[in-house]
């Protein structure tokens, strides 16, 4: 019996836990969408998201952080001390921590 609730207790946690990364991965991937499309009609990046039209008050989900003049970075948690962050030159995500 108290292995069972452990399970279910265990599996309650990471259901819960993969809705809250996949509105932070969701996030991040509309902050790429919204950066690409302002970099193609003004040929540079923003300084943050709130030039590309997108709330700072969402900013817990996920992050921008322009790197320099033609590179940019996107991350957010995963979990305590970890991160998944997307590089504008690599184009690839990459987890850290």
Not at 16 to 43: D, N, P, W
Not at 46 to 74: A, M, R, W
Request: hydrophobic share 35%; charged share 30%.
């Amino acid at each position: 019996m108290k292995q069972g609730i452990i399970i279910l207790t265990i599996l309650f946690f990471l259901s819960g836990c993969c809705g809250l990364l996949c509105e932070r991965e969701k996030h991040a991937e509309m902050i790429i969408e919204k950066v690409e499309a302002y970099r193609q009609e003004t040929g540079k990046l923003p300084e943050n998201v709130t030039e590309v039209g997108i709330d700072d008050n969402q900013d817990h989900l996920s992050f921008y952080v322009k790197k320099s003049e033609d590179e940019y970075e996107i991350w957010y948690g995963l979990g305590l001390g970890a991160s998944k962050i997307y590089n504008s030159k690599t184009k690839k995500w990459r987890e850290e921590g």
